[in-house]
């Protein structure tokens, strides 16, 4: 057995057999071919028809909003139009993949040039021409592979669409041997509770059909497993089922201080799972995510419907909506579709949203309507902050509007580092340690290649979170965490050592996160911090803040070891 380190995503393990997703195949050359026209036509229509019954039956078996888009797309496999186009090629002596691939070309750049709603059709139909060329080629369609049966899906990363799509009856887990742990994969994988190991570089080497464990907690992906290693890796995936079902109690330490537990949420559509799942209101609803296809901005009409059902689904609750944070990761097509060589350090955020400052009016607006028709306690941040002058203009903006507790993401290193100023003016702060991370380490977030730096237990970053806890503490103003590395049940508990007050997380992170921190004191989570912030490294942090939780957990025995003997 060997084993492939990369990030583990959560703290499942699974095992299954591999199945490869095929990389995108390369442009046909432009050769005459060797058929006659009749013979590449027949090749041709066959490929079509199997290509189009193939995406209806996927669509069926699907169902949902999968049935729609697929049937859409094997209505444009048949598209007559496109079919006269193809036919032309074939006539003028083309091969059929190269016929199907410059007609379908032409047909996108057309659809490209139309925008909006056909514009955004242009890559369902790459799609279909790129299953009907594997067809003629017989070789397996890029994308998400279909074997048959339960797999785990080994890929060089997925596009958010795929990810989206993934069917979780088949796919026991996914290893990508790009994008790191803040990726959008990553954090689409944690929303679905999908068993994921990101960045795992040797992963390229599985072949399809051998079985393997894949172990998020340990960040490892296990080749050729013994029996003894398989029944292991089982009966931790029984045990994390049950505590799953364990009674779902509002966020607390051992010594009872409440540690409000949130959701992370991109769309209202969320809500119910993460009120099932024990959400005590959400942390952190990512508003780009509802626009992210969008060539427009949304209508105020648009955004006060979404944002009336979101927070419709949490009365009397907290619930904090993050303006638009366009940029790097996440572009939007309205905001900021200027090229940048450096989006990440570009004008993205709070600086895209001042640049068009009718937009972010707009949005205040309808948050604020959506706030008088509903029962929630609305919060409203601004993403990307840097500056206490960009704190001031939110923070006023906002107020303007009558929005009645406004705060600001601490998600670039100047603004943890100024917290207190920052705070003096702000209502609240949530740190986003995804950026926080990429920003301290100067590390791209989607890179795998730098995806061991993009960690949140390296002891500079835990060093910044704590100088905003420290501020929170000093101006008596909320400090949430609303980053991936809330999820992480151990650092979870750190972070409260920081001094962060509330937690919000992907709903399927919380019983994790939950039952550990139900496991220490505050005094405990101090001392586990501080083992943490005097490592010299991430991996030091991580191991010295195991062992003070260890000693934390030994002397509570202890403790109730003796009160139970004198009483
Ligand atoms: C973050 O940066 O930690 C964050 C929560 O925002 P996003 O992941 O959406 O950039
Ligand atoms: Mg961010």
Redesign the pocket.
Known sequence: MSALRGVGIGLGVAQGPVARMAEPLPAPADEPSTQTVEAEKARVAEAVAAVARELEERGAHAGGAARDVLEAQAMMAEDPTLAEEVDARLAQGKTGEFAVFDAFAAFRDQLTALGGYLGERAADLDDVAQRVIARLRGVPAPGVPDPGHPFVLVAKDLAPADTALLDLDMVLALVTTEGGP?SHTA?LAREKAIVAVVGTVEATGLADGETVIVDAAAGVVTTEPSPAELERARNRADARAAAASAPVTPGALADGTAVPLLA?LGSPKGAAEAVELGAEGVG?F?T?FLFLSSSQAPTVEQQRASYTELLSAFPGKKVVV?VL?AGA??PLAFLNDAHEDNPALGLRGIRALRASEDILREQLTALAQADAATEADLWVMA?MVATVGETEYFTELAREYGIKTAGV?V?VPSSALLADRVLGIADFA?????????YTMAAD?LLGSVASFQDPWHPAVLHLIRSVGAAGRATGKPVGI????AADPLLAVVLVGLGATSLSMAPTALADVRATLLEHSLDDAARIAEAALAAPDAAAARTAAMEAASRSADSAAAASHEKASTS
């Open positions: 803040t954090i992370n952190l990512r780009e993050r944070d990761d996440k993403p993401m998600e949530s740190i986003g340690t995804n950026d926080l991370t990429q977030r609303c980053g991936e590395a």
